[in-house]
């Protein structure tokens, strides 16, 4: 039997180190603005607190577990709207929302460049307007083969009556970004699918094509997508142990006030990618010399100051 257990406490070790070290893990996934919330709250909770905290990286299903069994204590950002069967189902379980994670409103959609958002701005303008998408090199850039948007896409077009404009599938996420710098540089007229935040946003020039309020019972499988998309729910997610333990109070404070403008993350997830470095030299850089975007992270002036002697070791 004591073998046994010695066994036990063996596996947890294995399976779980951070926390027998006494660290706070945070999930990375693929999608870059996440690595701007995790190196600021990083930065701040290991200069006030001396806790070392560690990213690890995983995909989206095993991260949702990982948060669910307490491998992983914070999930920075996390877009709730493709995930609400899930978060519904452990809600008030094993994961306690930390609040959104923007503070102001993320947008996915069609989008037109601001040189023509003089006549396209509405989908009737896009309508009316056919002839303006319907060359070779011009039209509208689908979200890739395989995304969900890509189908929906593809709905809205027959719903909308759009199906003698051009339809381009740019094959991949990356061809999406490549097919707008493209169109964009050249200044053709296009509409795409797109969103925000993202590094594009920060160096393009994209408008939000109008559309008629979300309504649910448009957008389904059953119907025509024939509506503006839903509203994006973009939280921070915390382990509820984790939450729940008293020591751990003054971390869930500072993650639970923590936010950033849509708009700021466009500008440094392009401007980081301009410069081409690495995450933990870049956002320690941006502190540095921003400290009024996360000074209200920080209760008093000693707790600033650990912040910034810790940005310039």
């Not at 257990?5 to 996440?34: D, K, Q």
């Not at 307490?70 to 709730?80: A, C, H, R, S």
């Not at 008629?212 to 509203?231: G, M, Q």
């Not at 973009?234 to 509820?240: G, P, S």
Request: glycine content about 4%; charged content about 25%; proline content about 5%.
């Amino acid at each position: 039997m004591r073998k046994a257990v010695l066994v036990l406490l063996m596996v947890m070790l294995v399976v779980n180190p951070a926390h027998a070290a006494g660290r706070i893990t945070l999930a990375e996934f693929s999608w870059e603005s996440i690595n701007i919330h995790n190196h600021i709250l990083k930065n701040v909770i290991e200069a006030v607190f001396e806790i070392p905290v560690e990213m690890l990286m995983v995909e989206s299903a095993p991260g949702q577990v990982g948060i669910v069994n307490g491998d992983i204590d914070i999930v920075t950002e996390i877009w709730l709207s493709n995930r609400l069967t899930w978060f519904n189902e452990e809600n008030n379980k094993t994961i306690v929302s930390a609040g959104s994670v923007f503070s102001t409103p993320t947008t996915q959609g069609w989008y037109a460049p601001v040189y023509i958002s003089d006549r396209i701005k509405t989908i009737d303008d896009v309508s009316n307007n056919k002839e303006l998408f319907s060359g070779r090199n011009t039209g509208l850039i689908n979200a890739p083969s395989g995304w969900r948007s890509h189908e929906i896409t593809l709905r809205r077009v027959e719903s909308y009556e759009l199906t003698d404009i051009n339809v381009v599938d740019p094959g991949s996420g990356a061809g999406l970004d490549l097919a707008i710098l493209d169109n964009y540089n050249k200044q053709l007229p296009f509409i795409t699918y797109y969103w925000s935040p993202t590094y594009l946003m920060g160096i393009v020039d994209l408008v939000l094509i109008q559309e008629e309020p979300h309504d649910p019972e448009l957008w389904n499988d059953e119907s025509t997508f024939k509506c503006s998309y839903p509203p994006d729910i973009v939280d921070k997610l915390i382990n509820k142990r984790f939450h729940d333990d008293p020591k751990n109070k003054p971390v869930v404070d500072i993650v639970k006030k923590y936010q950033i403008s849509t708009e700021d993350t466009n500008l440094l997830l392009a401007e980081r990618r301009k410069l081409d470095t690495p995450w933990d030299i870049f956002i320690r850089q941006f502190m540095a010399d921003n400290p009024e975007k996360w000074r209200y992270l920080v209760d008093n002036t000693d707790d600033f100051n650990k912040v910034m002697a810790h940005l310039k070791n």
